[in-house]
């Protein structure tokens, strides 16, 4: 019997990972948060496309780098060859206490909320769902990798089709009804605009968020030197196009002052154009999308850890496929269990705004890794190269840290609670290293 993992995705099963978790609950959730930080519609598209420019900045970074080293676990794999097992442990663990289990219960929660909409059941019974949702998807990734593709290919297929749909008959609605631009330019831009504009970008990379996923899973990946960056690559620009279309769509059709009342933005610019009866088909689909996009974040999820557990002692239990599933078992189990906890006790707002600061700390250490990477091993094979080298790289690590700064400054209780939760790594770091295998 084989061991290990199987290589059983291809390039249209690796695109559709990426675009899949990256369109996820954040475009039909997040647009109300950012209409509250803004006040303006191109204010809002711009922050649209600046979030995009630079998480296609990422994606190339990322894409020579999956190419160069195609093992399982991402960015844990190119830190720790840049920097070190210490920065290796610590992203491993930003990812279990803080990222990947704060995404997971987020579109947990977003899945319910939706889903709440059209079955109306109360506040409590929403938790369970989510937990509920947590748990089928679990199991059907641990059953095997091919359920897991699966589940994958036809929500992603479903959720681009319902993007697609929303998109069409915002344009075949358009001229029956005004538009809600005017006025379409703020009327001046101040140093709290730019301010604004960066309290907005976490809310938009959060919902760009996912382009790395398909290096996770790089060990079940066929010809992974070629099919890893260019489903990275395509996943960011298909994506880009779709989140500056429907925008557009929701703009058109809700004023910016009704959007910031409405946690359910397409439902309502659906219910706006085509009337009332429409808005409950819409909330049902938007729910599908967050769970399927749940389902790619638990499914790479597990990968991650178990990469952490192959390499140091403290979390090496976790490090364990089945021998007949060729799956991570103990890691997509303890990944649903933190998740679980965390719906249950925190918020939507809260889990966002602390773990997506976090997160961007090791995202610019792993751009930063590409040009320590090319000087370490300079005679490494590398399939792809990152276009614009070293401009993008650089470019791409200065906005992160920019992003990051103004983060701290404008939500600081958020993202020092979670800055201080990656400083914990340190001191498990140590007890992992002196811990006996």
């Known amino acids: ?62 894409a020579e780098l999956s190419a160069s080293f195609p093992k399982t676990g991402g960015d844990y794999v190119y830190l720790t060859e840049a920097y070190g097992p210490l920065t290796g442990f610590i992203f491993g663990w930003t990812k279990l206490f803080i990222e990947r289990t704060g995404t997971i219960a987020v579109l947990a929660f977003v899945f319910a909320e939706y889903l709440r ?26 059953v095997g990798i091919q359920w897991g593709k699966r589940v994958q290919n036809f929500f992603t297929c479903l959720k681009v089709a319902a993007m697609v749909g929303i998109i069409g008959f915002g344009v075949s609605r358009a001229h029956t009804i005004p538009s809600s631009w005017s006025p379409f330019f703020p009327k001046e ?7 604004s504009l960066g309290v907005a970008l976490i809310f938009v990379l959060w919902t760009y968020g996912g382009w790395t996923e398909a290096a996770y ?18 996943g960011v620009l298909g994506t880009m196009c779709l989140y500056l279309m429907i925008n557009t769509i929701y703009l058109y ?33 938007v729910s599908l999308s967050a769970f399927g996009a749940l389902n790619g974040y638990i499914l790479t999820g597990g990968r991650i850890l178990y990469a952490l557990g192959e390499d140091h002692s403290l979390f090496r239990k976790v490090a364990k496929l ?39 700390i090791f995202f610019a250490m792993t751009g930063l890794s590409v040009i320590i990477l090319r000087k370490k091993y300079p ?43 990656v400083a914990i790594g340190a001191p498990l770091y140590w007890l992992s290293s002196r811990k006996k295998i």
């Open 1 to 62: 019997m084989k061991k290990g993992f199987l290589r059983e995705l291809n390039l249209l099963d690796a695109s559709l990972l990426v675009i899949g978790c990256i369109i996820g609950a954040g475009i039909f959730r997040t647009p109300a948060t950012i209409a509250r930080s803004l006040n303006s519609p191109f204010l809002v598209l711009s922050v649209w496309f600046l979030g995009g420019c630079l998480s296609l900045c990422g994606a190339l970074c990322y």
């Open 117 to 142: 909409s059209v079955f109306h059941y109360d506040l409590e019974t929403l938790k369970g769902v989510a937990c509920l949702a947590i748990l089928f998807l679990t199991i059907a990734n641990i």
């Open 189 to 195: 831009i101040s140093l709290d605009t730019v301010q």
């Open 217 to 234: 899973v790089a060990e079940e990946v066929k010809d992974p030197e070629r099919n890893l960056p260019r489903s990275i690559v395509f």
């Open 253 to 285: 059709y809700l004023p910016l002052s009704e959007m910031t009342k409405e946690k359910l933005v397409a439902a309502a610019t659906v219910e706006r154009a085509m009337g009332g009866s429409w808005g409950g088909l819409v909330s049902l689909l």
């Open 322 to 360: 089945h021998p007949e599933l060729h799956t991570p078992v103990v890691a997509l189990w303890l990944n649903a269990a933190l998740a679980a906890l965390l719906i249950l006790t925190k918020s939507f707002e809260e889990i966002l705004t602390y773990t997506t600061v976090a997160i961007w």
């Open 379 to 421: 005679d490494r094979k590398r399939p792809y190269r990152v276009w614009g080298y070293p401009v993008i790289p650089i470019l791409f690590v200065l906005s992160a840290l920019l992003f990051i700064l103004n983060a701290i400054l404008k939500t600081p209780q958020e993202a020092l609670f979670g800055l201080a939760l």
